[in-house]
C-alpha cells in the first residue's frame, strides 16, 4: 500500500514563497506519476499540477502558471512544489496524489494547509 506525506505548509504573506514536499512509502515511486491537488474551504477539489514518471511531462493549472513549479526526485521518494508570488486565493489545503496515469489518481495523502494573508 502506497503512502502519501505531505510536509512544507504553512502560513505566508501575499507574494512569499513556500516549498512543499510529498514523500511517498510502501511502493516503487518511479513507477508513479505524481500531482498536486487544492482544496479551498467551501470549495470542490481542484488540479494544481502533475509530472510524469520520467519528469518529461508537466502540468499546471493556468492559475497557478508561471508561479508553482512541480519536481520529483527519485532517489528521495518525493515530489515538490514550489510556490512563489503566493496570493491569498492560494490559500487551502494541498494534497499530493500518486497514480498511473495523468488523469487517474489512486492514493492520496492527508494533505498540508497553507493560507497567505493578504
Known amino acids: 500500500q502506497v503512502q502519501l506525506a505531505e510536509s512544507g505548509g504553512g502560513l505566508v504573506q501575499a507574494g512569499g514563497s513556500l516549498r512543499l514536499s510529498c514523500v511517498t512509502s510502501?511502493?516503487?515511486?518511479?513507477?508513479?506519476?505524481m500531482g498536486w491537488f487544492r482544496q479551498a474551504p467551501g470549495k470542490e477539489r481542484e488540479f494544481v499540477a502533475h509530472?510524469?514518471?520520467?519528469?518529461?511531462?508537466?502540468g499546471y493549472a493556468d492559475s497557478v502558471k508561471g508561479r508553482f513549479t512541480i519536481s520529483r526526485d527519485t532517489g528521495k521518494n518525493t515530489v515538490y512544489l514550489q510556490m512563489n508570488s503566493l496570493k491569498p486565493e492560494d490559500t487551502a489545503v494541498y494534497y499530493c496524489?500518486?497514480?498511473?496515469?495523468?488523469?487517474?489518481?489512486?492514493?492520496w495523502g492527508q494533505g498540508t494547509q497553507v493560507t497567505v494573508s493578504s
Open positions: 496524489a500518486a497514480g498511473t496515469s495523468l488523469l487517474k489518481y489512486d492514493y
Open positions: 509530472i510524469s514518471r520520467s519528469g518529461g511531462i508537466i
Open positions: 510502501g511502493g516503487t515511486f518511479s513507477y508513479y506519476v
